[in-house]
């Protein structure tokens, strides 16, 4: 039986850097709806700020333009949360994953960004095309509630 | 009033310099922070010094990168460098990128002293 969707919200901004802390923020609000633990809220908070930076930084190079954020829950527990952005794309993507790969050490990006999210998500999926754009789907299915005591 | 528009909170020990970093250390803020943290080293030079994680609410790759970079610094200028209190949310950060095999992580109980925060710088 496919998960049916609880809500679903669709956020545009541009992409200067201090939409980082919005768009995460925006993320933690989102998932709490599924009562998610608090190890759970920060992972996702983590993982949306990573996928939002790799847009400001990498996908338009620090030029504005606009980056969206699509998230979603089903009813099976599972936050989805896309990232879009129509900047620069990655040649590589494969290349661009691979922990420690940055094509930006002067500015001390880690290269760390798609290896935090892969482990703090549950699934993640990149794509991207030359010119056109990136984007960054991943999901998170959260624990189940704990029972109530009665 | 905005996060980095305020002074680090730092304490000197001895040779010793404690930086506390706070709030949110993402791509936004992680610039402005560092050059902070670098002034500070270079009028300073201490022998050592501890980058207390205490009081950070939020860290992601952009955070990583600072401490990495603080690491190079610091071994160029001769500093003995560590990092202390991290969440085990940013532990989780530091250890994926193995930073322990460069990087000494201490959790340091809080004294009464920490406690009450240090001076702006």
Known sequence: ?150 | MLEYEKSLKCITSGRSLTIYLEGDIDHHNARTVRSKIDTKLYIQRPDELVLDLSRVNFMDSSGLGLILGRYTRSVELGILFKVANPSPQIRRILDLAGTERLIKIENIPRTEKRAQGGEPA
Request: aromatic share 6%; glycine share 6%; net charge negative.
């Open chain 1, 1 to 150: 039986m496919k998960a049916e969707v609880i809500n679903e919200v669709r956020l545009t901004f541009p992409s200067v850097s201090a939409n980082e802390a919005f768009a995460r923020s925006a993320a933690a609000s989102f998932c709490a709806q599924l009562n998610p633990t608090f190890d759970e809220v920060s992972d996702i908070k983590c993982a949306v700020s990573e996928a939002v930076t790799n847009a400001v930084v990498h996908g338009y190079r620090d030029a504005l333009g606009e980056i969206q954020l699509l998230m979603k829950l089903t009813d099976d527990r599972v936050f989805r949360a896309e990232i879009r952005d129509k900047g620069c794309g990655i040649a590589d993507v494969e290349e661009a994953m691979r922990p420690l790969f940055t094509t930006d050490p002067e500015n001390e990006r880690s290269g760390m960004g798609f290896t935090i999210i892969e482990n703090f998500m549950d699934s993640l999926r990149v794509v991207s095309s030359t010119g056109k754009g990136t984007r960054v789907i991943m999901t998170k299915k959260l624990s189940m509630l704990p029972r109530v005591r009665g």
